[in-house]
């Protein structure tokens, strides 16, 4: 069992960065490919970004490449999501999820919703126009 506790979220302007973390108890963190996904008001949750269980990989949805960044540290047990340039249609709740991988799956990285295993309760990204 993983635990995913979501932080960070919160209202900015358009243009402003905002950080999410995603801390992770439980089990070996190091051991989950982990991912952010998010779901907007009256719509179904999205793929934002995804990262492997060493950070060697990571990848994003067009929407937000070039933009927000996913990273680790596999000794806080955590996962950020660094977002630059934030949009109103970034507006939406957040949440990171968990997939456990085999160790020699190093790279491997989680797009689908489905395949995740865990997930955390969500935080609040309001960006205003």
């Known amino acids: 069992q993983v635990q995913l506790v979501e932080s960070g979220g919160g209202l900015v302007q358009a243009g402003a960065s905002l950080t999410l973390s995603c801390l992770a108890s439980?089990?070996?963190?190091?051991?989950?490919?982990m991912g952010w996904f998010r779901q907007a008001p009256g719509k179904e949750r999205e793929f934002v970004a995804a990262?492997?269980?060493?950070?060697?990989?990571?990848y994003y949805a067009d929407s937000v490449k070039g933009r927000f960044t996913i990273f680790r540290n596999n000794a806080k047990n955590t996962v950020y999501l660094q977002m630059n340039s934030l949009k109103f249609e970034d507006t939406a709740d957040y949440y990171c999820?968990?997939?456990?991988?085999?160790?020699?799956?190093?790279?491997?990285?989680?797009?689908?919703?489905?395949?995740?295993?865990?997930w955390g309760q969500g935080t609040q990204v309001t960006v205003s126009s």
């Open positions: 439980g089990r070996t963190f190091s051991s989950y490919a």
């Open positions: 990262i492997s269980w060493g950070g060697r990989r990571s």
């Open positions: 999820a968990a997939d456990w991988v085999r160790p020699e799956d190093a790279v491997v990285v989680r797009t689908n919703a489905s395949e995740y295993d865990y």
